[in-house]
T-cell receptor, first 112, second 116 residues
Framework: RKEVEQDPGPFNVPEGATVAFNCTYS??????FFWYRQDCRKEPKLLMS???SGNEDGRFTAQLNRASQYISLLIRDSKLSDSATYLC?????????????FGTGTRLTVIP | DTGVSQDPRHKITKRGQNVTFRCDPI?????LYWYRQTLGQGPEFLTY????????KSRLLSDRFSAERPKGSFSTLEIQRTEQGDSAMYLC??????????????FGPGTRLTVL
């Protein structure tokens, strides 16, 4: 079983739409959770950390449900520049932040 | 440019040949990581260094793979007797060593390896 499971998409949404991505993780002992963004043929970059209380950064909202081992990312008012692959990331509970487990990524295309 | 750099950006080789990639982390970052990413997948952890010490290796890192960071600065990843299944993007990342909390890993642009 993979450590992190994501729906690969693709998600094609019109500009201005709200879109949500979900992922699940297998190890209940995992401590830290993140969303990374990866543009085509580029390296991954940290988008935001995910906290138990939920957190928001502008149009982006991340939530964590430890009981269900479920992480979500909500993007409001989608922009063309949001088109990218969004990677759900969990730290390895055995090594902490030294080993990141990435999901396969969910591809988003925002259409004009 | 003060980001993570990798060289070469692209490498095409024939099966059975050896290849070596280099990563220069952000200066003053103590930790350096190698990941492999294949098409349609997320990056997979290979190994990490804290200064010059290699502290963790994934089971994905077969005997044909070796990584070094001799002076605690740049790192090299060597693949011996390459196989077609080694074709992937090899990503390097670095992070500072700060106690408590998560230290963001900053990724380099990657080296894309194609084994013919």
């Amino acid at each position: 079983r993979k450590e992190v499971e994501q729906d690969p998409g693709p998600f094609n949404v019109p500009e201005g739409a709200t879109v949500a991505f979900n992922c699940t993780y297998s190890n209940s002992a995992s401590q830290s959770f993140f969303w990374y963004r990866q543009d085509c043929r580029k390296e991954p970059k940290l988008l935001m950390s995910v906290y138990s209380s939920g957190n928001e950064d502008g149009r982006f909202t991340a939530q964590l449900n430890r009981a269900s081992q479920y992480i979500s990312l909500l993007i409001r008012d989608s922009k063309l520049s949001d088109s990218a692959t969004y990677l759900c990331v969990v730290t390895d509970p055995q090594t902490g932040a030294n080993n990141l487990f990435f999901g396969t990524g969910t591809r988003l295309t925002v259409i004009p | 440019d003060t980001g993570v750099s990798q060289d070469p950006r692209h490498k095409i080789t024939k099966r059975g040949q050896n290849v070596t990639f280099r990563c220069d982390p952000i200066s003053e970052h103590n930790r350096l990581y190698w990941y492999r990413q294949t098409l349609g997948q997320g990056p997979e952890f290979l190994t990490y260094f804290q200064n010059e010490a290699q502290l963790e290796k994934s089971r994905l890192l077969s005997d044909r793979f070796s990584a070094e960071r001799p002076k605690g600065s740049f790192s090299t990843l060597e693949i011996q007797r390459t196989e077609q299944g080694d074709s992937a993007m090899y990503l390097c990342a670095s992070s500072p060593l700060i106690s408590g909390g998560y230290n963001e890993q900053f990724f380099g642009p990657g080296t894309r390896l194609t084994v013919l």
